[in-house]
């Protein structure tokens, strides 16, 4: 029985790991583009943020719904948008999940239960609560989950959220991702209070894990929505992390002195094959892995370099949905 | 036919909206157990019950957020934001969000969510209640702006509005909700986009909508007594307008006067008189003329507000300067 347990939860480990290792190089072939010139606009990396995005939906089914924002790669990935499809859409082309109209900062599909990242610090929270008040109305037991950073415990937005969500008892959960970084400074010059007062304060079950620990991540995260399912009610999770990189590609982060080691250290890659190796995996297993993904992202890469450029009339003419489309 | 004012014929298309399709829910504050400050979702909570009327705080910004949230995940929601003054608070969510959603994502899903709000002066409520500020959800890509005149037309916008796949903002007056009118007992909706010539002339044309009809209607008796006949064009719907439906009317009349109740600076009126300006030059015989509100806040006195408000002499006068 314990060794089952036991190999289950590799099992699980060595899926969450592959799926964290996908969403790290996949930013990093995105950062490698970007710094090439072949991706538009802004990025936001989520890199050493992974253990959180992959954690939670590993707590999901699959027509659950989640709102993002705007360092939503790993959210949008992790919840299972195709590859080729996202970097499509990052390189601008029609093909792209939104054909070329969103970018970087709108990854969706909505097919899949991604409800977009956001470029408006928060406005994913009351997405994410009304989606869930679909899935309490319809009555298909479905839950949502917004993902947001700490600089968006500043938003009063979270307050009319979480206190809307608790009124009408709504199954979603807040999960923040607090990497310290509020854009450009340090939360803790920014907020006043801890979110756990905040949070309990509104009447609502909290817990805070350790986010580079996918496994601490998934465990915490199956409790929250395991309750938040069962009972119709919001709860919250604050995931601990450090933000690796800028705010965006390319923030020369003058405002931080950086500590290298301590971010290695945490790396919730690292922290998930020393736990996958000390379980008896090999350096040579987990080169393998990586193998296969880099495979994988060079695949999808040249499959977007081949997409097409959109039509202006095109995107024109898809300013308003059309009647049939409901 | 039936007698019913303003608020009655909206109340009847949300319930009858809710009664065919069980996806539409209303949300807003105080609308449940209070039946909504100007009692247009009177009943609805004991025939549909609270998981389909749904009491919210005050918190304009997440209910927006959150129909747009549902719109997304399966719903048709309609919220009611209690003044229009108050949607500055929803903002983000109308503009950046659900405006955006379907075209932002590729038309993977439309976003049917309506938000009714009541705008408009006349009842001393001051510079935060009184305002009409449809313009600006006018000049956002993604958005339908509708606004009824009447009892007559409010019940089939509503209902074309619930039935439209994207945002719609739905402006009503506050006015107009005791307002009876005789309407047609038919469940049919309207279509979003098409004007209606609600008096026929022929020397000038009047482009208005919502209470403004009602003014310029006044402004058309007066000036009947001197021998002048002018069309009244309601707009019914303002983003889109109805292009053909105004420069017909132009075509035949020659000369264009567009009156609202919003402040004439920047407004309805300026998108409606560049574009008759343009493709409409070949039959204007007069330069077009503006009657809107003064540029200022609504003020609160009845003296103060009755000078503010476009009132029938205003277009009556606009309608001459066209015939000078």
Sequence with gaps: MTANNSSTETGDLFAMYKEMLRIRLAEERLAALFADGAVPGFIHLSIGQEAIAVGVVSALNADDTVASNHRGHGHALAKGLDLSAFYLELLGKDEGLCRGRGGSMHVADLSKGMLGANGIVGAGMSIAVGSALAHKSLGGGQVAVVFFGDGALAEGLLHESINLAKILGLPVLFVCENNGWSEFSATSEQISFKFESLATGYGLNYMCVEGNDVRKVAAAARKQIADTRAHSVPSVLECKTLRVRGHFEGDAQKYRSMDGTEIEDHDPLLVAARALQADGMSEDDLAEVRRLIDVEIDLAVEDAKKGSTPDFADALADVYAHQAGT | ?324
């Design chain 2, 1 to 324: 036919m039936e007698v019913i004012n303003y608020g009655r014929s909206l109340n009847n298309a949300l319930a009858d909206a809710m009664t065919d399709d069980s996806r539409v829910v209303v949300m807003g504050e105080d609308i449940g157990a209070a039946g909504g400050p100007f009692g247009v979702t009177r009943g609805l909570l004991e025939k549909f019950g609270s998981d389909r009327v749904i009491d919210t705080p005050i918190s304009e910004a997440a209910i927006v957020g959150a129909a747009t949230g549902a719109a997304m995940s399966g719903l048709k929601p309609v919220v009611e934001i209690m003044f229009m003054d108050f949607s500055t608070l929803a903002m983000d969510a109308i503009v950046n969000q659900a405006a955006k959603a379907h075209f932002m994502f590729g038309g993977q899903r439309p976003v049917p969510m309506v938000v009714r709000t009541p705008h408009g002066g006349g009842l001393n409520a001051g510079p935060q209640h009184s305002q009409c500020l449809e313009a600006w959800f006018a000049h956002i890509p993604g958005l339908k702006v509708v606004c009824p005149s009447s009892a007559a037309n409010a019940y089939g916008l509503l209902r074309a509005a619930i039935d439209d796949p994207n945002p719609v903002i739905f402006v009503e007056h506050k006015g107009l909700y005791a307002k009876k009118a005789e309407v047609e007992n038919s469940r049919s909706s309207q279509i979003i986009g098409k004007a209606a010539v609600v008096r026929v002339g022929t020397d000038a044309t009047i482009v208005s909508y919502g209470a403004s009809v009602n003014t310029a209607l006044e402004a058309a008796d007066l000036l009947a007594e001197k021998g002048i006949e002018v069309e009244i064009v309601d707009l019914q719907s303002i983003q889109p307008w109805d292009r053909d439906a105004v420069l017909d009317s132009v075509k035949k009349t020659n000369r264009l006067v567009i009156a609202h109740e919003a402040v004439e600076a920047f407004g309805v009126g300026a998108e409606i008189a560049a574009t008759v300006a343009d493709i409409g030059f070949d039959y204007l015989d007069a330069p077009i003329v503006r009657v809107g509100a003064a540029f200022m806040p609504v003020p609160f006195a009845a003296s103060l507000e009755s000078g503010y408000s476009p009132n029938a002499s205003d277009i009556e006068r606009a309608v001459r300067r066209t015939l000078d």
